[in-house]
């Protein structure tokens, strides 16, 4: 939008799609710089009268998807992303022969971009390690670490209180629960990607008990008639 300065316009930078970035407020609506663009009377690009960038040094600094909440004026990727800070350097002037770069002269004008930074990805995948690190694995091959499982251990293990779905809870004789890393400090170690199951399965033990108690019903019946015939067969003999 122009100003009401000759030569000026108002200029906002925004991310597309918005929900790409956060800034200090913890908002999502996409805007990453306003200000000016300045341009001297010939139409080239005036550092003096721009605001919207640095007059030395015009570059967009967004913060990685991890870090702090931003200060006032600054944004980061939004940590869906998993994306590292990124410092995006601008050639709005051109080349020293005074081709290319932003003008305010109605003529043909290209540009090109050259990226060195990671490209976007979305979330593909939660993996959880046996040390308990629960990490987000993202299309674009960044790995982020999200949390930590920390495994309780009690003075009194026999002591936990017997709830439903063989669980168990803290009580007085347990005593008093210690959060610790898996595979430290007693704590045992975490099995990712298996399911706990009951150990007992009623209807298959059940099944496998009436087969055993048949197989030997039958097995008895056999030595009862290898018995018999063996009396038969001395009885003869005699």
Do not use: C
Not at 20 to 32: A, H, W
Not at 103 to 118: P, V, Y
Not at 138 to 157: C, D, E, K, M, R
């Amino acid at each position: 939008m122009r100003s009401s300065t000759p030569n000026q316009w108002y200029a906002e930078l925004v991310a597309v799609p918005a929900s790409d970035v956060t800034d200090g407020s913890g908002l999502s609506d996409g805007q990453i710089a306003t200000g000016t663009i300045g341009f001297t009377s010939t139409g080239q690009l005036d550092p003096a009268t721009t605001t919207i960038f640095s007059a030395t040094d015009p570059s967009i600094a967004i913060g990685a998807s991890d870090a702090a909440t931003p200060a006032a004026g600054a944004v980061n990727w939004s940590s869906s992303l998993g994306v590292a800070a990124q410092t995006i350097s601008l050639n709005l002037t051109g080349s020293s022969s005074g081709t290319g770069g932003i003008t305010q002269l109605d003529s043909a004008n290209s540009q090109s971009i050259t990226t060195n930074g990671t490209a976007f990805g979305s979330l593909s995948s939660i993996a959880v390690s046996d040390s308990g690190l629960v990490t987000a694995v993202y299309s674009n091959g960044v790995s982020q670490n999200l949390a930590q499982v920390a495994i309780a251990t009690f003075p009194n293990p026999d002591g936990m209180s017997a709830v439903n779905d063989n669980a168990y809870q803290v009580s007085q004789s347990s005593g008093s629960y210690t959060l610790d890393t898996p595979g430290q400090g007693g704590a045992g170690s975490i099995d990712p990607f298996n399911l706990e199951g009951s150990t007992v399965d009623l209807s298959s033990q059940l099944t496998s008990l009436i087969t055993s108690q048949s197989a030997y019903s039958a097995s008895s019946k056999i030595i009862t008639t290898a018995d018999q015939m063996m009396q038969d067969l001395l009885q003869i003999i005699q």
